[in-house]
């Protein structure tokens, strides 16, 4: 089966496509950070209008490197939620209307999902079950996956998340947006331990995070200090050591709660070097797998969402002709396509 892929839930706009015999054939990622980089965050309206003027030339350029005609497509697939009500607008109008031109299936993807599932597009993927960490600038969680739709919500942040935690740090420090890659690079020159910044919710059991008590933290601790470049680079440090300190942590908790011996890291702050580096090291000496998707795979993309729908379809899920977007969609709402088949028959 080849399935077409769209991502467009909130400021990449992305277009692959996945063939369940041969693999990912191609995927394209339109960034609109330079767009948003002015306004220091992304703007809902103007990434809702780059998607239209980006996604059909995208769509045509991932055919083309494909080597495919629009009528050698099986299905498509969409990120339908949760995001930027406008932005997945855009996408699943544009794959709903594609698919009924062609005659195709279309179906809707949890954005989350096709996070989780990302790892599974590498040439050795892991095997269920597993335990996955999902880190990135809207989402923290932890969760069982035991199989295609089979999610256990182990823990989630009761309210920033990492990322979000290490955007508004950035700003503090006055640097320019994307904010967590520019800290992550400026705590390359720092300290880790000049600043003694509190791990959130280490002190109590559970999974569960918390990054916004770190995040004040870091802004009474900038107001107190002169912030010249060299102490700069030290906050940034300390307060990413934080946060992996926690994340390493809570991990660890999991993978024990669990009985689990693989880890799967997934999001965009999942190609942070530094939290890498820490959940390798803890792999290494606990005797556990500790697997990343490619870096191109961490963040939004097309290929995530291609694979999930792709698999999905073969499992007999389908949806109605309506366009599907939801801007909140939990994710313990999820099943598995087969309990779906039961449920229904």
């Not at 394209?28 to 309206?45: C, D, I, K, M």
């Not at 209008?49 to 080597?67: C, N, T």
């Not at 291609?306 to 999820?334: F, V």
């Amino acid at each position: 089966m080849r399935v077409l892929g769209i991502e467009t839930s909130c400021d990449e706009t992305a277009v692959a496509i996945y063939d369940s015999d041969r693999g990912l054939l191609a995927h394209q990622l339109y960034s609109q950070v330079a767009l948003h980089a002015e306004f220091g965050g992304v703007v809902p309206e103007l990434a809702a209008r780059d998607h239209v003027r980006k996604l059909l030339p995208l769509l045509s350029s991932v055919l083309g490197a494909a080597g495919l005609s629009k009528s050698q497509l099986d299905a498509v697939a969409y990120t339908s939620g949760p995001g930027l009500i406008g932005a997945l607008l855009v996408g699943a109008a544009v794959a709903r209307s594609f698919a009924f031109a062609q005659g195709l299936p279309a179906l809707g993807v949890h954005h989350l999902e096709g996070h989780l599932l990302a790892p599974m597009l590498e040439a050795d993927p892991p095997t269920y079950p597993f335990v996955a960490l999902l880190v990135s600038g809207g989402h923290t969680l932890l969760a069982e996956i035991r199989g295609l739709g089979e999610y256990i919500i182990l823990g989630s942040t009761l309210d920033d998340a990492a990322g979000e935690a290490f955007d508004k740090t950035a700003k503090v420090l006055g640097l320019n947006y994307p904010g967590g890659p520019a800290l992550a690079k400026l705590a390359e020159g720092g300290r880790p331990d000049r600043f003694p910044f509190p791990r959130p919710m280490l002190d109590r059991p559970g999974l569960d995070f918390s990054f916004s008590g770190l995040k004040t933290a870091v802004v009474v601790t900038a107001r107190n200090v002169e912030l010249d470049a060299p102490t700069k680079a030290d906050l940034a440090c300390s307060f990413q050591e934080a946060v992996v300190d926690t994340l390493a942590a809570k991990c660890l908790r999991a993978l024990e709660q669990t009985g689990a011996t693989t880890l799967v890291v997934a999001g965009g702050v999942g190609a942070n070097r530094r939290l890498r580096e820490r959940l390798l090291q803890m792999g290494k000496q606990r005797g556990m797998q500790v697997r990343f998707p490619r870096m191109e795979f961490c963040t939004d993309n097309a290929a995530m969402i291609a694979y999930a729908g792709c698999q999905r379809l073969l499992a007999g899920e389908h949806d109605s002709l309506a366009i599907k977007a939801t801007a909140r969609w939990p994710m313990n709402s999820l099943r598995s396509p087969i309990s779906m088949m039961t449920t229904s028959t």
